[in-house]
């Protein structure tokens, strides 16, 4: 009974290439997130979803394409592939009308970009 | 905007020593506080959380921590570590203006030595 889960769990690709991330919550929250980890372990928030609509877009380059097909899913596209790209994406979610803001973490992708 | 500090980036410890990672954030205004922890190939669990109320807050596996408004502080404690301790800590801020939005300290390694 996985809250949040992700898929892959490694993704392993060449520069150029376009590649999707899946997450899926169980929850029932309003709200989801994408983080990128990167080898410094420094978390810095991508995109926040509520109810299907973008609230956030933090300075992320438009190879990134969040899709949100329902509110139980966030999907992050992302498109020509670049080294740079390499690091760890954690889907998140939290409830939006719940004053209890805490924020449930994905397992994580580790993304290797060659 | 908002910034998180963890000026302790590396702390090693023996077991059964006392544990106090710092946080620290630049915000004037209301915030929601958050510790988590990532162990070794994990992902990240909500360790604590505060609120409102009393400023001293209890977590799980015996973690506490503690906000001095003053300080702009939310310093995590353990009066005795396990060798399972052994993880990365990550203080993260919700500002009141921020909607859902956190903000991420550089996070802490911490390695309890058996």
């Known amino acids: 009974d996985t809250a949040v889960s992700q898929t892959p769990k490694y993704l392993v690709t060449q520069m150029g290439n376009d590649k999707s991330i899946k997450c899926e919550q169980n929850?029932?929250?309003?709200?989801m997130y994408w983080y990128k980890q990167d080898s410094k372990k420094f978390l810095k928030i991508m995109f926040s979803?509520?109810?299907?609509?973008?609230?956030i877009n933090e300075t992320v380059p438009n190879r990134f394409s969040p899709k949100s097909p329902d509110k139980a899913h966030l999907n992050l596209h992302i498109n020509s592939l670049e080294l740079g790209d390499s690091a760890v994406y954690f889907c998140?979610?939290?409830?939006?009308?719940?004053?209890?803001?805490?924020?449930?973490f994905g397992p994580g992708t580790r993304l290797l970009v060659l | 905007a908002q910034s998180v500090s963890q000026h302790n980036h590396h702390v090693i410890l023996s077991e059964a020593a006392s544990l106090e990672l710092g946080c620290n954030y630049s915000?004037?205004?209301?915030?929601?506080l958050f510790w988590y922890v990532q162990y070794p190939g994990q992902h990240l669990q909500l360790l604590l959380k505060?609120?409102?109320?009393?400023?001293l807050v209890k977590g799980i596996k015996g973690f506490e921590a503690e906000f001095i408004k003053s300080k702009f502080s939310f310093n995590l404690r353990k009066p005795s570590v396990q060798w399972s301790d052994t993880a990365e800590y990550f203080c993260?801020?919700?500002?009141?203006?921020?909607?859902?939005?956190?903000?991420f300290g550089g996070g802490t390694r911490l390695m309890v030595k058996p």
């Open positions: 998140a979610s939290s409830q939006e009308h719940n004053t209890l803001k805490a924020q449930y």
């Open positions: 929850l029932g929250h309003d709200t």
């Open positions: 979803y509520n109810n299907k609509e973008l609230i």
């Open positions: 915000y004037g205004g209301t915030v929601n």
């Open positions: 505060y609120f409102s109320g009393d400023p």
């Open positions: 993260a801020v919700n500002a009141d203006n921020a909607g859902n939005m956190l903000t």
